[in-house]
């Protein structure tokens, strides 16, 4: 399995700009979440789906972010308008009910964006 | 809600020393503890995890960790560091009684730094 894949791994927007950041699971994973990682707050959690379904989205910081799992092997979190506050790295990871208790989350290598 | 505290963003050891790094957490319900690893420009790596029983638990990598419910502590240690092992490591609690499946609270890393 090629793990979780993010892309794009970097992306530079001007501020007011439309940013779309996409995740694929891992086969047969049906948890899949969503994590900022900033200096000044470390790793939060934005989302989190199971089977599909947004099931927290507590941590989603204004309404300005917005995340879609159409189908089990896909994810996205979109940023409108983009703010150079959002500058940080996003990480989807993926795991199983079962899976989970014996390895954890899977996290994909991140999307490092930059709004200037 | 639960809440981790690494006591220290950055942990400088010479190669080949013992090395302690530490978490404490808070939470009123029953958790499981995680320990995870980043190298630069990629995602999280498990080292290992406590779910129950045996307070003292066993990684990847030669590293250990203990739980201790009464100081809610469960510090990372390993006897002997090497190069390879320059990195940053979280400390992450289940949030809730999904056992982790429902997300995990990471704490704000320890860089450690391995000098020769």
């Known amino acids: 399995d090629a793990g979780v894949i993010q892309s794009p791994r970097h992306e530079v927007t001007e501020m007011g700009q439309e940013v779309t950041l996409r995740c694929k699971p891992i086969?047969?994973?049906?948890?899949l979440f969503w994590y900022r990682q900033t200096m000044m707050r470390g790793l939060e959690l934005l989302i989190y789906f199971n089977n599909n379904v947004p099931i927290d989205d507590s941590g989603m910081p204004e309404d300005r972010f917005s995340a879609k799992m159409p189908n089990a092997s896909f994810s996205t979190l979109k940023i409108q308008p983009s703010e150079p506050r959002d500058s940080a790295v996003y990480f989807c990871?993926?795991?199983?009910?079962?899976?989970?208790?014996?390895?954890?989350?899977?996290f994909g290598s991140g999307t490092r964006l930059t709004v200037v | 809600a639960q809440s981790v505290t690494q006591l220290d963003s950055q942990v400088p050891v010479f190669e080949e020393a013992p090395v302690e790094l530490r978490c404490n957490y808070s939470?009123?319900?029953?958790?499981?503890l995680f320990w995870y690893v980043q190298y630069p420009n990629q995602g999280l790596q498990l080292l290992l995890k406590y779910l129950s029983g045996s307070t003292l638990v066993k990684g990847i990598n030669g590293f250990e960790a203990e739980f201790n419910k009464s100081q809610t502590s469960f510090h990372l240690r390993k006897p002997s560091v090497h190069i390879s092992d320059t990195a940053e490591y979280f400390c992450?609690?289940?949030?809730?009684?999904?056992?982790?499946?429902?997300?995990?609270?990471f704490g704000k890393g320890t860089h450690l730094i391995i000098q020769p």
């Open positions: 992450a609690v289940s949030r809730g009684s999904g056992g982790g499946a429902d997300g995990l609270t």
């Open positions: 939470s009123s319900v029953s958790v499981y």
């Open positions: 990871a993926s795991s199983s009910r079962t899976g989970f208790l014996s390895n954890g989350y899977t």
């Open positions: 086969s047969g994973h049906d948890y």
